[in-house]
């Protein structure tokens, strides 16, 4: 089996840092339960789920949520391993040509679907197909794409035009939910290009039902046939020890952790991070810190004044300073850490001097200059967000502080986060958004969906996001992980030079659970197979 030229070369600096995913703030017995019984079969395992998913579509959405709920039901052919590189999962192995433009894969024929049809070629290549019309990141792909063929029911062969360096890191990316998973065909030709209704997958869990803004339930799949695989994350071996998986819609923090002190949950996510030393004082509570975690950015609207003049970005860059930000936001130190990389310390496209200096460097006079220069009229600046995450709520309304003490004009709009959604669709009415970023990102081409000519939603357009554009194409074909690296240092310092997006700071999460839940992995996202309850 081949892989990049870079994978193998880094591997053992990447397996470092993403032990780190790992790590909890509190140990669990993993092994069997507290009565030795081994017993861990059964139960209903009730989680507070912070916010609402517009839809269950994974493929039409960049909704973290939505992939966080549905990646219990739907798995991709790879998925990544504690490097955070991909490994096959549906699939069995696969094969690289010598030229590195086809991937021969071979799939597990052992494999059902929750409808009790087999898995095969046909219903992969449905779904491939749709991937590539519908998905942001096979929207990326679709332009090299040639061909993807079967070759007898459980051998598919995908044809590139030129070599793609990232193609198995998108296939397996949980970032924005472009990870390729596997429907029957049935669903794909039921729906086309249409979001889905209905939700057939190979995981350990199947959809019972969605109610909008209340619940979205599902069951224990009982004959999924799990990988023999260690398990991480979304790889390897995954079990459903408990019959019931509900996510209850709970946007109140205080209730998501009120009904966990009372055992109504679980699980919560988005815990208060200022009360964290109580939760650790709680016999009947764990606590989880999850770092790495996200990345805190401000997406700029490029598509209209005041923010398609360069100057008037940096003018904002040098507005900002994110040390007071983070404790605005963040507020306990411990959940945050400045960090002008795209990628975490220790991360194999970690660049620690990418920014030329320009990172965190707050100097007002030098914003009103610039300002002055950019020929900046006053026009009010719309700080577009959700006041359904206290991160982004807090977040307008501190950068919005900072801005108009160099002069900026500054309108905070805070909506429920389906308006917030559809608003920024659209080139006008907003101008500034806080978004945040899955933080251990697999490929640096990762952000080459939201990043140059027209890429999601910054509606950037001119000379120098065509010039972002013809970087990302030097880094999508180049396989030599120290040619790669070379350029995605130029892409950093040309990142902070032209400022699509600011960088505000790296943050850690917290996440509380009762102490019945047993064999919980603190993984970036939550995960709710290999754990048990212990009640």
Same mark, same amino acid.
């Given at each position: 089996?081949?892989?990049?030229?870079?994978?193998?070369?880094?591997?053992?600096?990447?397996?470092?840092?993403?032990?780190?995913?790992?790590?909890?703030?509190?140990?669990?017995?993993?092994?069997?339960?507290?009565?030795?019984?081994?017993?861990?079969?059964?139960?209903?395992?009730?989680?507070?789920?912070?916010?609402?998913?517009?839809?269950?579509?994974?493929?039409?959405?960049?909704?973290?949520?939505?992939?966080?709920?549905?990646?219990?039901?739907?798995?991709?052919?790879?998925?990544?391993?504690?490097?955070?590189?991909?490994?096959?999962?549906?699939?069995?192995?696969?094969?690289?040509?010598?030229?590195?433009?086809?991937?021969?894969?071979?799939?597990?024929?052992?494999?059902?679907?929750?409808?009790?049809?087999?898995?095969?070629?046909?219903?992969?290549?449905?779904?491939?197909?749709?991937?590539?019309?519908?998905?942001?990141?096979?929207?990326?792909?679709?332009?090299?794409?040639?061909?993807?063929?079967?070759?007898?029911?459980?051998?598919?062969?995908?044809?590139?035009?030129?070599?793609?360096?990232?193609?198995?890191?998108?296939?397996?990316?949980?970032?924005?939910?472009?990870?390729?998973?596997?429907?029957?065909?049935?669903?794909?030709?039921?729906?086309?290009?249409?979001?889905?209704?209905?939700?057939?997958?190979?995981?350990?869990?199947?959809?019972?039902?969605?109610?909008?803004?209340?619940?979205?339930?599902?069951?224990?799949?009982?004959?999924?046939?799990?990988?023999?695989?260690?398990?991480?994350?979304?790889?390897?071996?995954?079990?459903?020890?408990?019959?019931?998986?509900?996510?209850?819609?709970?946007?109140?923090?205080?209730?998501?952790?009120?009904?966990?002190?009372?055992?109504?949950?679980?699980?919560?996510?988005?815990?208060?991070?200022?009360?964290?030393?109580?939760?650790?004082?709680?016999?009947?509570?764990?606590?989880?810190?999850?770092?790495?975690?996200?990345?805190?950015?401000?997406?700029?609207?490029?598509?209209?004044?005041?923010?398609?003049?360069?100057?008037?970005?940096?003018?904002?860059?040098?507005?900002?300073?994110?040390?007071?930000?983070?404790?605005?936001?963040?507020?306990?130190?411990?959940?945050?850490?400045?960090?002008?990389?795209?990628?975490?310390?220790?991360?194999?496209?970690?660049?620690?001097?990418?920014? #030329?200096?320009?990172?965190?460097?707050?100097?007002? !006079? /030098? %914003?009103?200059?610039?300002?002055?220069? *950019?020929?900046? &009229? @006053?026009?009010?600046?719309?700080?577009?967000?959700?006041?359904?995450?206290?991160?982004?709520?807090?977040?307008?309304?501190?950068?919005?502080?900072?801005?108009?003490?160099? #002069?900026?004009?500054?309108?905070?709009?805070?909506? !429920? /986060? %389906?308006?917030?959604?559809?608003?920024? *669709?659209?080139? &006008? @009415?907003?101008?500034?958004?806080?978004?945040?970023?899955?933080?251990?990102?697999?490929?640096?081409?990762?952000?080459?969906?939201?990043?140059?000519?027209?890429?999601?939603? #910054?509606?950037?357009?001119?000379?120098?996001?065509?010039?972002?554009?013809?970087?990302?194409?030097?880094?999508?074909?180049?396989?030599?992980?120290?040619?790669?690296?070379?350029?995605?240092?130029?892409?950093?310092?040309?990142?902070?030079?032209?400022?699509?997006?600011?960088?505000?700071?790296?943050?850690?999460?917290?996440?509380?659970?009762?102490?019945?839940?047993?064999?919980?992995?603190?993984?970036?996202?939550?995960?709710?197979?290999?754990?048990?309850?212990?009640?």
């Amino acid at each position: 089996m081949m892989r990049f030229k870079y994978i193998t070369s880094v591997i053992l600096t990447a397996a470092l840092v993403f032990t780190l995913l790992a790590v909890t703030a509190c140990d669990s017995d993993s092994g069997t339960d507290a009565n030795g019984s081994g017993d861990r079969y059964g139960g209903s395992l009730i989680v507070a789920n912070a916010l609402t998913p517009a839809h269950l579509d994974t493929d039409i959405t960049t909704d973290s949520t939505i992939g966080q709920l549905m990646f219990h039901v739907y798995e991709g052919l790879f998925e990544i391993d504690e490097n955070f590189m991909p490994v096959p999962h549906l699939a069995e192995n696969y094969s690289l040509s010598d030229d590195g433009t086809t991937y021969t894969i071979q799939l597990r024929e052992d494999v059902l679907f929750h409808d009790g049809t087999g898995m095969t070629s046909d219903d992969v290549i449905a779904s491939f197909e749709r991937w590539l019309a519908v998905n942001g990141a096979g929207n990326n792909i679709e332009p090299y794409f040639v061909s993807i063929e079967a070759n007898g029911d459980y051998e598919v062969v995908i044809s590139l035009s030129e070599p793609y360096a990232p193609f198995l890191s998108f296939l397996s990316s949980v970032v924005a939910n472009q990870k390729f998973t596997v429907k029957p065909k049935t669903l794909i030709e039921q729906f086309g290009g249409d979001i889905m209704t209905e939700h057939i997958g190979t995981g350990p869990f199947e959809l019972v039902d969605f109610v909008p803004d209340q619940y979205v339930e599902m069951k224990r799949f009982e004959d999924y046939s799990p990988h023999p695989g260690e398990p991480f994350g979304y790889s390897g071996e995954k079990i459903a020890y408990v019959d019931e998986l509900i996510f209850r819609i709970v946007p109140e923090q205080a209730m998501r952790v009120a009904g966990l002190q009372t055992g109504e949950y679980h699980f919560a996510d988005f815990a208060p991070r200022d009360q964290i030393t109580q939760f650790e004082n709680d016999a009947d509570i764990q606590t989880f810190i999850v770092s790495p975690y996200r990345q805190s950015f401000i997406i700029v609207n490029m598509g209209h004044a005041p923010f398609d003049d360069k100057l008037t970005r940096q003018a904002m860059r040098y507005a900002l300073d994110m040390e007071e930000l983070a404790f605005s936001m963040v507020g306990d130190e411990d959940f945050w850490f400045l960090n002008p990389s795209l990628f975490p310390p220790g991360h194999i496209w970690h660049v620690p001097e990418g920014d #030329g200096g320009r990172y965190n460097s707050p100097d007002p !006079d /030098r %914003a009103r200059e610039m300002l002055e220069q *950019s020929g900046y &009229d @006053g026009t009010p600046i719309i700080i577009l967000n959700s006041r359904e995450d206290d991160i982004e709520s807090r977040g307008a309304l501190a950068i919005q502080s900072q801005l108009e003490q160099v #002069g900026f004009t500054v309108d905070v709009q805070l909506y !429920d /986060r %389906a308006t917030v959604v559809e608003q920024r *669709s659209q080139v &006008d @009415g907003w101008h500034l958004h806080l978004s945040q970023f899955f933080s251990p990102d697999p490929d640096p081409q990762v952000y080459g969906a939201w990043m140059g000519t027209n890429k999601w939603i #910054g509606n950037w357009d001119d000379d120098e996001s065509a010039e972002m554009d013809e970087i990302f194409t030097r880094m999508l074909s180049e396989t030599d992980y120290n040619a790669r690296h070379a350029i995605v240092q130029e892409w950093h310092e040309y990142f902070y030079e032209t400022v699509p997006y600011v960088k505000l700071f790296d943050f850690r999460q917290l996440r509380l659970a009762r102490v019945s839940l047993q064999g919980y992995e603190n993984f970036a996202f939550h995960t709710f197979f290999n754990v048990w309850l212990d009640e």
